[in-house]
């Protein structure tokens, strides 16, 4: 029996070292799609990578991941192909770069249609983004100008929404493109009510009939704490986010943060209190791994994004408040956000020149939607405490 076929947009880093990778281990014949043509080369040339896996238990150890090709994404005519013949599509190419890939999907759905393919396709965006696969499915519609693409997307093709949660970061060895390193810890959940067909049997997905739990418990914990971190860390000069979080000022902040966090999430989501504490401290034990030298730059790119209703800190903030508990160092990770001050970072310099233009007051009210004035003074009352830092010059 031939293997089933798995498509998978973005041969980056994430891509390679997280879902490419169970797919592949899970017995898919696995694609990935890029524009990326020396990665796409690669692959194609030698047909397997590895992954390097980044942790102190399982130090020096090394996955090799085979039986894997790549297409060009522009590549339309290889496209419809392997979107024809796929039982799965997943994404790791960033939650903007959905809108691009949509165009591409659509002609391939328009094409399995055409090629009279009734079995069930499932499409999971794995962004960090909630809501990601139901973005996708709304922008591959817009594409789709037959009524009969549009009835046959409905019928036989789902887009569950998931979670995911890998830190990978940055990794060369020995030259090689192809080479990812990885935290060993991993977590993929995945809506089942919206899965098409048979349910997905892959080993390392987990299935939920209640996402929105997992994906805030993630968003607002891990990534929260992550970018809090980060934009900590850059204030006081450090590089890395294990190099942040070793300053106890940091840790504190950030611990405490994610506990306020923890809190609105064990109301909202009827969590178990003392686990939920457990997977914050599981969190920061993470976030130190001396093998993971994550770049605060990196994790605390697009500022803009990070500061938006529903995000990493504005979401937990506003959760916190829903329930009236205390939100005071959430607000400290905010101020610290409207502090980044990077010139390679395109959202950095917009969201400086707001606060340049128009004040922190109006600029956070105007890129957080908070409109409160007991917020947005606790928010504005710690960026005046945190502006004396040094901020280094990147």
């Not at 293997?3 to 990778?21: M, V």
């Not at 019928?155 to 090689?176: E, H, L, M, S």
């Not at 408040?321 to 959202?347: C, H, M, P, T, V």
Request: proline fraction near 3%; charge should be negative; include cysteine.
């Amino acid at each position: 029996m031939p293997k089933q076929k798995a498509l998978h947009f973005g041969a980056g880093n994430i891509g390679r070292g997280f879902i490419g990778a169970l797919l592949a281990t899970a017995g898919y014949e696995l694609v990935f799609a890029d524009v990326v043509e020396n990665l796409i080369n690669a692959l194609n040339e030698n047909g397997e990578y590895e992954i390097y896996i980044l942790d102190l238990e399982r130090k020096g150890e090394v996955d090799t991941i085979k039986g894997v090709s790549g297409i060009i994404s522009t590549n339309q005519e290889a496209m419809n192909k392997t979107i024809t013949e796929a039982s799965i599509i997943t994404t790791a190419v960033g939650p903007n770069v959905l809108r691009i890939i949509a165009r591409g999907v659509a002609s391939g759905i328009s094409a399995r249609r055409a090629a009279g393919v009734t079995s069930e396709l499932n499409i999971i965006a794995c962004e960090n983004l909630t809501g990601a696969s139901s973005l996708l499915k709304e922008e591959v519609t817009k594409h789709l100008k037959e009524d009969a693409d549009k009835e046959y997307l409905d019928k036989y093709v789902g887009f569950p929404n998931c979670a995911v949660d890998r830190i990978v970061p940055p990794f060369t060895k020995d030259n090689n493109p192809l080479a990812v390193g990885v935290e060993n810890f991993y977590e993929w959940i995945v809506e089942e009510p919206a899965i098409k067909g048979e349910k997905l049997d892959i080993p390392g997905m987990k299935l939920t009939d209640n996402l929105t739990a997992f994906v805030q418990r993630k968003l607002f914990t891990l990534n929260c704490g992550h970018a809090i971190t980060a934009y900590l860390g850059f204030l006081k000069g450090f590089r890395t986010v294990d190099e942040a979080l070793g300053d106890p000022w940091i840790e504190d902040i950030v611990h405490k943060a994610m506990l306020e966090s923890g809190a609105a999430l064990c109301k909202k989501h009827s969590f178990n209190e003392e686990e939920h504490e457990k997977y914050i401290n599981k969190i920061q034990k993470r976030f130190r791994n001396p093998y993971i030298k994550d770049d605060v730059v990196r994790v605390g790119r697009e500022p803009i994004r990070k500061v938006t209703q529903g995000d990493r800190l504005v979401g937990p903030l506003n959760m916190a408040r829903e329930f009236g508990l205390g939100y005071s160092n959430l607000a400290k990770g905010i101020a610290a956000a409207f502090l980044y001050e990077n010139k390679d970072d395109k959202q950095s310099g917009e969201l400086r020149a707001k606060v340049e233009q128009k004040g922190i007051r109006e600029a956070v009210k105007e890129v957080t939607g908070l409109q409160d004035g007991e917020v947005v003074e606790e928010i504005v009352k710690s960026y005046g405490e945190l502006e004396g830092l040094k901020r280094p010059n990147l």
